[in-house]
C-alpha cells in the first residue's frame, strides 16, 4: 500500500496499477478481516484508488484533459472490480458506476456506457435509476446517429438495441416521464421505417392506453394518424380518428395544451376524405362523391371549407343528372348561410348549365330561386321567358308578375310589362293585360307606343 501510495504522488498512475495486479493481496476478500493493521491498510488503499479517479475526472471536466480521463477510467474500473465486487457496505455501485458510464460516453464508448447504465437502471437504486435510464437511451442514440442509414427499411441492430433498452426502462419506472419519452421515441424511431410502422402504430396505441392524460400520448396519437394517413394499408383512418376522439383523458389533456391534435385530427379528417372523395369522382361515382361533399360541409365549422364543400356537392350532384339533389343542396346552403354570394354564383352556374345542356324545367327552377332568394331580377325574367318557351304561358305569367310586384323599381320593368302585356292579351286576360300595358307605357318611347 505504501508502494502504491508512493507511485500516485509521484503521478505514476499507471505503475500504481501495475503493482496492484502483480501483487499477491486478495483485494476482495481483505474487507473486514478483523486484522486492524490490514483493514487500515485496505482502507487507505482503496480511498487512494478512489480519489485518485475522481480527481482525474474532475481535472478532465474543468480542463477537458483526455489523459486525465483515460486515467479515470482505470481506476473507476479498478474500484469497482477489486474492492466492491464481493462487499458494499456504503453501496457506492451504482454511484461508481454512473460516473465511468460518463467517463466512458467522453470517451466515445457509447456501448460500454450504455451497459453501464442498464446495469444501474435494473438495480432500481432510487438515486440513480431515473437518470441512469435516461443517459443509457441517450448513448445509445449517439451510437444510432454513427451507423444511421437512410436506405435501410428496416431498423438496424443497434437501434434495435436502443428498443430494448426503452422496454428496460419501462419496465423498471413504468410511471415516470422518462419512460413515456422512451416509449415514445421509440415509437417514433420505428415509424421511420416501412417495415416497422405497423410496430410503431402498436406501441403509439399502448402508450395511448396507457397514459392518455399526457403529453407524449398527444404526439403519439398525431405519430399512428400519420401513419394511417401515409399508408391506408395500415388502418382505416376514421376508425382511428374516432377511437382517439372518444378517448375523454386523452382530449381532455390535448386541450389543456391548445387542443393541438383536435384540430390536426379536424383537417385530416378533411384531407381523408377529400382523397376518398376524389377517387370516387376519379371512379366517375358522382353522386357518391357528392353525399361526400354534403357530409364535409355538415361536419365542418369552417364557413369557407363547408361552401367550397357544397359547391363542390352541388357540381358533383350535376354530373350525376340529379337536379331534385341540386335544389335541396342549394335551399340547405342559403338556409344555413342565407345571402351567401358563393350560394349565389353558384346558383347562377347550376341554372346556365341546366340550360345550356337542354334541361329547361330545372334551369328555370334555378332561375326562380335566384330572383326569389338572392332577390335577382334579371334571374326571374329569364325564368318567366324560359317557362313562356316551353309553353307554360301560366308560369311565365306568374314569373314576371312576381318581378313587377318585388321590383317595382328594377330597369328591366317596362320590358317584363310589356311582356307580360302581351302574353296576357294572347290569352284573353284583358284586365290584367290593360294593367301590365299602363306600366309599360309608363317607360320611354318604345314601350309607350306599344
Not at 448513448?139 to 426503452?166: G, N, Q, V
Not at 353522386?287 to 361533399?293: E, K
Not at 352556374?349 to 334555378?366: E, R
Amino acid at each position: 500500500v505504501k508502494l502504491v501510495d508512493l507511485d500516485l504522488r509521484r503521478g505514476h498512475t499507471g505503475i500504481a496499477l501495475q503493482r496492484l495486479a502483480k501483487s499477491k493481496m486478495d483485494l476482495k476478500s481483505r474487507s473486514g478481516d478483523g486484522d486492524s493493521e490490514t483493514e487500515l491498510a485496505y482502507r487507505n488503499l482503496k480511498a487512494m484508488i478512489r480519489r485518485t479517479a475522481t480527481e482525474n475526472h474532475q481535472r478532465h471536466r474543468k480542463r477537458s484533459d483526455m489523459a486525465a480521463l483515460g486515467i479515470a477510467e482505470s481506476y473507476y474500473q479498478t474500484y469497482l472490480s477489486s474492492f466492491l465486487v464481493n462487499a458494499d457496505p456504503r453501496n457506492e455501485s451504482p454511484e461508481i458506476q454512473m460516473l465511468l458510464a460518463e467517463v466512458k460516453r467522453d470517451l466515445g464508448k457509447s456501448k460500454e456506457a450504455g451497459a453501464l447504465y442498464r446495469r444501474v437502471l435494473e438495480g432500481k437504486d432510487a438515486r440513480y435509476a431515473k437518470e441512469a435510464g435516461a443517459l443509457w437511451t441517450a448513448s445509445l442514440a449517439e451510437a444510432m446517429k454513427k451507423t444511421a442509414s437512410h436506405k435501410a427499411t428496416e431498423p438496424s441492430s443497434i437501434e434495435r438495441a436502443y428498443i430494448e433498452a426503452t422496454d428496460h426502462l419501462i419496465h423498471s419506472l413504468p410511471e415516470t416521464q422518462q419512460a413515456r419519452e422512451a416509449a415514445l421515441r421509440a415509437a417514433q424511431l420505428l415509424a421511420a421505417y416501412p417495415a416497422s410502422r405497423s410496430e410503431a402504430i402498436t406501441r403509439s396505441r399502448k402508450l395511448i392506453d396507457t397514459h392518455p392524460a399526457t403529453s407524449q400520448a398527444v404526439t403519439a396519437a398525431k405519430l399512428w394518424l400519420q401513419l394511417i394517413t401515409d399508408d391506408p394499408n395500415l388502418g382505416n383512418f376514421e376508425s382511428a380518428a374516432a377511437t382517439i376522439s372518444q378517448n375523454a383523458p386523452l382530449m381532455r389533456g390535448d386541450s389543456k395544451s391548445g387542443g393541438k391534435l383536435k384540430v390536426w385530427i379536424q383537417d385530416l379528417t378533411t384531407k381523408a376524405r377529400l382523397g376518398q372523395i376524389a377517387r370516387e369522382e376519379k371512379g366517375e361515382d358522382f353522386g357518391r362523391a357528392a353525399q361526400g361533399y354534403e357530409q364535409l360541409a355538415r361536419d365542418s365549422a369552417d364557413r369557407e371549407i363547408a361552401e367550397k364543400a357544397l359547391a363542390n356537392a352541388v357540381g358533383a350532384y350535376l354530373k350525376d343528372g340529379d337536379s331534385d339533389a341540386v335544389a335541396r343542396v342549394i335551399q340547405g346552403w342559403m338556409k344555413r348561410y342565407p345571402r351567401s354570394a358563393k350560394a349565389v354564383d353558384s346558383v347562377r352556374s347550376v341554372a346556365t348549365f341546366q340550360l345550356i345542356k337542354g334541361d329547361f324545367v330545372a334551369s328555370a327552377k334555378s332561375f326562380e330561386f335566384l330572383g326569389v332568394e338572392a332577390q335577382d331580377p334579371d334571374a326571374l325574367e329569364t325564368a318567366g321567358r324560359i317557362a313562356d318557351a316551353l309553353g307554360d304561358s301560366r308560369q311565365a305569367m306568374a314569373h314576371w308578375v312576381k318581378y313587377l310586384e318585388t321590383f317595382g323599381k328594377a330597369s328591366g320593368r317596362f320590358r317584363v310589362a310589356l311582356r307580360l302585356a302581351r302574353l296576357q292579351d294572347a290569352k284573353r286576360l284583358d284586365s290584367e293585360a290593360s294593367s301590365a300595358y299602363r306600366i309599360c307605357a309608363q317607360g320611354e318611347s318604345p314601350f309607350e307606343a306599344e
